[in-house]
T-cell receptor
């Protein structure tokens, strides 16, 4: 089945130690999103890529960066994780096309723990 | 700008009873509306969506939702709850983009945790 894959599912890092989360998709979608979801809260969009164009949300901390080397892969880099960055990180994809209505498809998430 | 309000952070029903999860939205443009379900430690799975056309939308697992523009609501229902329906449910809104891009930011409600009792 075509899908959105996130690795690892669980990640433990130390305070201040850089960490990278991975997302890949077999849907050939042109838009990829990263969301942060803290416990008992709604997902919050961090940024998204439309093809290679990067779009940062205004309130996303500089500590969060992203890379999209090709259509299939997108990475979330947290340069210096703090305790407040512990959360579930969700990757989503959608196909944007003229006249269409995209639906976002989510991966299973990576739960990040910061010690 | 869009916003979503889900009334009731927790809803508890008995197995076989009606499920009703409430969602009200605010949008400055005609909205696209979505319901997602999230099981513990999982991502979000699309249940159903409304874009245009028929206001009663049927989704997976027997769920349906009705778009009521006059009430700015998009409540989710299921006639008979099953134990496997226990999960967290998120309503989301996205503004349609007439003449613009065909994708956009989802704004989620705070979620409703559904508990199903035997």
């Amino acid at each position: 089945d075509a899908m959105v894959i996130q690795n690892p599912r669980y990640q433990v890092t130390q305070f201040g130690k850089p960490v990278t989360l991975s997302c890949s998709q077999t849907l050939n979608h042109n838009v990829m999103y990263w969301y942060q979801q803290k416990s008992s809260q709604a997902p919050k969009l961090l940024f998204h890529y439309y093809d290679k164009d990067f779009n940062n949300e205004a309130d996303t901390p500089d500590n969060f960066q992203s890379r999209r080397p090709n259509t299939s892969f997108c990475f979330l880099d947290i340069r210096s994780p703090g305790l407040g960055d512990a959360a579930m990180y969700l990757c989503a994809t959608s196909r944007a096309r003229a006249g269409g209505t995209d639906t976002q498809y989510f991966g299973p998430g990576t739960r990040l723990t910061v010690l | 700008a869009q916003s979503v309000t889900q009334l009731g952070s927790h809803v508890s029903v008995s197995e076989g009873a009606l499920v009703l999860l409430r969602c009200n939205y605010s949008s400055s443009v005609p909205p696209y509306l979505f319901w997602y379900v999230q099981y513990p430690n999982q991502g979000l799975q699309l249940l159903l969506k409304y874009t245009t056309g028929a206001t009663l939308v049927k989704g997976i697992n027997g769920f349906e939702a009705e778009f009521k523009k006059s009430e700015t609501s998009f409540h989710l229902t299921k006639p008979s709850a099953h134990m496997s329906d226990a999960a967290e449910y998120f309503c989301a809104v996205r503004g349609s983009n007439a003449g613009g891009t065909s994708y956009g930011k989802l704004t989620f409600g705070q979620g409703t945790i559904l508990t199903v009792h035997p």
